[in-house]
């Protein structure tokens, strides 16, 4: 069946080194894939997206990678510092299909170190 | 900015007894969404409601659950008669248009069944 997973459920950074964060997918299906952040006691935080006829985009810090021969998705944050310790979870959708429906991967916690 | 608001943050309810879960979406927002979350595992769909009905369910949505949109400002889940394995963090999203990327969360209900 369809899933989105995550390879590691925590890393460990110390501030200011580059945070990498993974996710790999099954559905082929999938053409548009969205990072949340979740800190606790939140809902998860939209924070950049990329569809499938891209294979990176930048934000602000933040840069998704998307290999699509090998089902693999990555969150690069630079410089990290310690507001960046959440939860990380990757979310596919088939925007062909119309459906605002989400597909959540596990999610992987961040810890930033001082 | 505007956001999504849930009541109650926690919720504590005995099996078998019956809850609704509340939440205000943004005032302009037309797509409504219900995911779940238990303890350490990934967000999941439930349900999307537009235009006063159900657009899509997920197979977890079964008949003890069930969404309402009783005012122009509400939008509501309950769940008929809870079991243990309803315990879980419910949350709420709204959008303006039908596109993922532009839903909001709330901060979610904590249920938990005894």
Known sequence: ?114 | EPEVTQTPSHQVTQMGQEVILRCVPISNHLYFYWYRQILGQKVEFLVSFYNNEISEKSEIFDDQFSVERPDGSNFTLKIRSTKLEDSAMYFCASSRTPEVYEQYFGPGTRLTVT
Not at chain 1, 33 to 42: D, N, V
Request: proline content about 4%; charged content about 15%; some cysteine.
């Open chain 1, 1 to 114: 069946g369809e899933s989105v997973g995550l390879h590691l459920p925590t890393l460990s950074v110390q501030e200011g080194d580059n945070s990498i964060i993974n996710c790999a997918y099954s559905n082929s299906a999938s053409d548009y894939f969205i990072w949340y952040k979740q800190e606790s006691g939140k809902g998860p935080q939209f924070i950049i997206d990329i569809r499938s006829n891209m294979d990176k985009r930048q934000g602000q810090r933040v840069t998704v990678l998307l290999n699509k021969t090998v089902k693999h998705l990555s969150l690069q944050i630079a410089a990290t510092q310690p507001g960046d310790s959440a939860v990380y979870f990757c979310a596919e959708n088939s925007f062909s299909s119309n459906t605002g429906k989400l597909i959540f991967g596990q999610g992987t916690t961040l810890q930033v170190k001082p």
